[in-house]
């Protein structure tokens, strides 16, 4: 019996609390479907997405069940960016997912479908699914068209600072704005928004063909009123996100986001999402599968083009083909379906085809996007993690976007206790070339681990720091972080961890090729290994952890319960 059906039997007022808000007698004994968005006017991402939940609930009428439509609203991390709002960023990643959780289970539904875009909202729409392990799949809100000249909306950071430095005006800084954000859809990049749109058709969570799709076409509108029919099939057919959610499907997404250098952000979000089924995702799994699959696209910001185009050349199943000898193609997907069956299905039915016509109309073909494992656009994939002495239980780098002579590099370090201080003192030429820039106590027990991009944007903007000085921290990035920044330094400062202990003039030691960020040196000389040790020892006896930044309200319940951010720093 459907969990629906189990409540009306227990509960007669239940029956007459849904009549008050509209349903009628015969919509009672029909399958109850969740489509639940994160639709509101919170950035472009959501803007669009009612419509998206209109579609969706369509299709789920025309298959014969009965739908119920919530929204929890996302935040954008763009807006929050460069002030203290930020700090909610990865937290509202918890926040969303517990009130799917509450939805789906308190009422009870049947299945669902989920609908979002954007960086927090889609890992937290599929650890949801993870969580009630329901039958349900995931819609993503598809892809922003670009600006002039292939313009975006990261440019802004680039340009503010230029007004900043009289070197432009503040009409020309008008004309940007007016132009980076043209309609609604995640940002053309290959931010996290992008990146986690890729990973969720990838784990077989969202119908093939879907991640990034223009947002302004009526493809996606189709898109989501198929998944509501295909919710009453997953139901009908008793599918569920833990027969889909294995561990091949999360190695199949790992591929896939070597293949187009994804945000490192994935590797807070698959981890978290695949520990809801049970399955630990090492870092090194990352590491691993990223030194096997090449980068075959070059997106925006690190390289040419923005995402629109990568649908256009046949998205996410067009980057699959190419690297279908390395992928699990007997996983199983939303469609009921293997990889493998998609896979065939779409080119049987033309839909490269179809995507690909649209390159005409830019002059380029689908080769010119997405290259091949044979001639990638860069050898290895776009992310390593780390370990060493400054970080025992591992760090992010996406070296893809790393200047080459920066992968082998020593420098003395100057340590920041927050971003504010590290932005100053680079704006202000107090960091030189060749310094290794610290900042901690912003990981997710320190500051909710907060995006450090307007650090990354002014080191990279900067032409004597760009391919002479580092970054790292216990923070996050945004996966339009561009330059050489290491993130995720685990153990966090607050937790503790080496980078706490680091001071002034210490030797930093960042060596991509061989996978090591270790701390060599003290007051500007090396030192041997068992010395450092020993430093950092009798500074460990010293240190006291600085009062907590957020020590009231949902920041400070996220601060006391968070994991390590290579476990995926979700809420213990």
């Given at each position: 019996?459907?969990?629906?059906?189990?409540?009306?039997?227990?509960?007669?007022?239940?029956?007459?609390?849904?009549?008050?808000?509209?349903?009628?007698?015969?919509?009672?004994a029909?399958?109850?479907?969740?489509?639940?968005?994160?639709?509101g006017?919170?950035?472009?991402?959501?803007?669009?997405?009612?419509?998206l939940?209109?579609?969706?609930?369509i299709?789920?009428?025309?298959?014969?069940?009965k739908?119920g439509?919530?929204?929890?609203t996302?935040?954008?991390?763009?807006?929050?960016?460069?002030?203290?709002?930020?700090?909610?960023?990865?937290?509202?990643?918890?926040?969303i997912a517990?009130?799917?959780?509450?939805?789906?289970?308190?009422?009870?539904?049947?299945?669902?479908?989920?609908?979002?875009?954007?960086?927090?909202?889609?890992?937290?729409?599929?650890?949801?699914?993870?969580?009630?392990?329901?039958?349900?799949?995931?819609?993503?809100?598809?892809s922003?068209?670009?600006?002039?000249?292939?313009?975006?909306?990261?440019?802004?950071?680039?340009?503010?600072?230029?007004?900043?430095?009289?070197?432009?005006?503040?009409?020309d800084?008008?004309?940007?704005?007016?132009h980076a954000?043209p309609t609604?859809?995640?940002?053309?990049?290959?931010?996290?928004?992008?990146?986690?749109?890729?990973?969720?058709?990838?784990?077989?969570?969202?119908?093939?063909?879907?991640?990034?799709?223009?947002?302004?076409?009526?493809?996606?509108t189709?898109?989501?009123?198929?998944?509501?029919?295909q919710?009453?099939?997953?139901?009908?057919r008793?599918?569920?996100?833990?027969?889909?959610?294995?561990?091949?499907?999360?190695?199949?997404?790992?591929?896939?986001?070597?293949?187009?250098?994804g945000?490192?952000n994935?590797?807070?979000?698959?981890?978290?999402?695949?520990?809801?089924?049970?399955?630990?995702?090492?870092?090194?799994?990352?590491?691993?599968?990223h030194?096997?699959?090449?980068?075959?696209v070059?997106?925006?910001?690190?390289?040419?083009w923005?995402?629109?185009?990568?649908?256009?050349?046949?998205?996410?199943?067009?980057?699959?083909?190419?690297?279908?000898d390395?992928l699990?193609?007997?996983?199983?997907?939303?469609?009921?379906?293997?990889?493998?069956?998609?896979l065939?299905?779409?080119?049987?039915?033309?839909?490269?085809?179809e995507?690909?016509?649209?390159?005409?109309?830019?002059?380029?073909?689908?080769?010119?996007?997405?290259?091949?494992?044979?001639?990638?656009?860069?050898?290895?994939?776009?992310?390593?993690?780390?370990?060493?002495?400054?970080?025992?239980?591992?760090?992010?780098?996406?070296?893809?976007?790393?200047?080459?002579?920066?992968?082998?590099?020593?420098?003395?370090?100057r340590?920041?206790?927050?971003e504010e201080?590290?932005?100053?003192?680079?704006?202000d030429?107090?960091?030189?070339?060749?310094?290794?820039?610290?900042?901690?106590?912003?990981?997710?027990?320190?500051?909710?681990?907060?995006?450090?991009?307007?650090?990354?944007?002014?080191?990279?903007?900067?032409?004597?720091?760009?391919?002479?000085?580092?970054?790292?921290?216990?923070?996050?990035?945004?996966?339009?972080?561009?330059?050489?920044?290491?993130?995720?330094?685990?153990?966090e400062?607050?937790?503790?961890?080496p980078?706490?202990?680091?001071?002034?003039?210490?030797?930093?030691?960042?060596?991509?090729?061989?996978?090591?960020?270790e701390?060599?040196?003290?007051?500007?000389?090396?030192?041997?290994?068992?010395?450092v040790?020993?430093v950092l020892?009798e500074?460990?006896?010293?240190?006291?952890?600085?009062?907590?930044?957020?020590p009231?309200?949902?920041?400070?319940?996220?601060?006391?319960?968070?994991?390590?951010?290579?476990?995926?720093?979700?809420?213990e």
């Amino acid at each position: 019996m459907l969990r629906s059906q189990k409540l009306r039997e227990v509960n007669a007022q239940g029956d007459s609390l849904r009549l008050g808000t509209g349903w009628n007698i015969q919509d009672l004994a029909k399958p109850q479907v969740l489509v639940e968005s994160v639709f509101g006017d919170s950035h472009p991402g959501s803007y669009h997405l009612d419509r998206l939940a209109e579609a969706a609930k369509i299709g789920v009428y025309e298959k014969g069940g009965k739908p119920g439509v919530f929204t929890v609203t996302d935040m954008c991390d763009g807006i929050a960016m460069a002030h203290d709002g930020m700090n909610y960023s990865l937290v509202s990643r918890e926040i969303i997912a517990a009130m799917v959780e509450i939805h789906a289970m308190a009422s009870p539904y049947d299945a669902m479908v989920l609908i979002s875009s954007c960086d927090k909202s889609i890992p937290a729409h599929l650890i949801a699914l993870a969580r009630t392990d329901m039958p349900g799949l995931h819609v993503c809100g598809g892809s922003m068209m670009p600006g002039p000249g292939y313009m975006s909306s990261e440019k802004l950071y680039e340009c503010g600072n230029q007004v900043l430095k009289g070197e432009m005006s503040q009409e020309d800084l008008l004309y940007h704005q007016n132009h980076a954000c043209p309609t609604c859809g995640a940002c053309q990049f290959m931010g996290t928004a992008s990146t986690m749109q890729v990973m969720s058709e990838a784990l077989g969570m969202s119908l093939p063909g879907n991640a990034l799709m223009p947002a302004v076409t009526n493809k996606i509108t189709q898109t989501a009123n198929r998944a509501g029919r295909q919710a009453m099939e997953l139901l009908e057919r008793g599918i569920r996100p833990s027969h889909i959610l294995t561990r091949e499907a999360f190695e199949n997404a790992i591929m896939v986001h070597a293949a187009v250098s994804g945000s490192t952000n994935a590797t807070l979000h698959l981890p978290a999402i695949a520990r809801e089924l049970g399955i630990s995702l090492d870092p090194k799994v990352f590491d691993e599968i990223h030194r096997k699959i090449p980068v075959l696209v070059s997106l925006k910001t690190s390289g040419k083009w923005p995402t629109e185009l990568l649908w256009y050349a046949g998205g996410v199943p067009a980057v699959m083909m190419e690297i279908r000898d390395f992928l699990h193609l007997d996983a199983l997907t939303v469609t009921g379906k293997t990889v493998g069956e998609n896979l065939a299905d779409l080119e049987a039915r033309g839909f490269f085809r179809e995507t690909t016509s649209f390159l005409v109309n830019f002059g380029l073909t689908r080769g010119d996007i997405i290259h091949s494992v044979d001639k990638p656009y860069r050898p290895g994939g776009g992310l390593a993690v780390l370990t060493g002495s400054l970080a025992p239980e591992g760090a992010v780098v996406k070296h893809a976007a790393v200047d080459p002579k920066m992968h082998r590099y020593v420098g003395p370090a100057r340590p920041f206790n927050s971003e504010e201080e590290a932005v100053a003192a680079i704006l202000d030429g107090r960091v030189k070339p060749g310094d290794v820039v610290i900042i901690r106590y912003e990981g997710p027990q320190g500051a909710g681990m907060p995006e450090m991009l307007k650090t990354t944007e002014a080191i990279y903007t900067n032409p004597g720091l760009v391919a002479t000085t580092a970054l790292v921290t216990d923070g996050r990035f945004s996966g339009a972080s561009r330059g050489p920044c290491i993130g995720h330094v685990s153990p966090e400062a607050a937790a503790g961890g080496p980078i706490a202990l680091v001071e002034e003039g210490d030797l930093i030691s960042i060596d991509i090729p061989n996978r090591s960020l270790e701390v060599v040196g003290v007051a500007g000389e090396n030192k041997s290994p068992a010395e450092v040790a020993a430093v950092l020892g009798e500074r460990r006896a010293r240190w006291q952890r600085p009062q907590d930044k957020a020590p009231k309200g949902i920041l400070g319940l996220f601060s006391r319960l968070a994991a390590s951010p290579m476990k995926g720093a979700y809420m213990e």
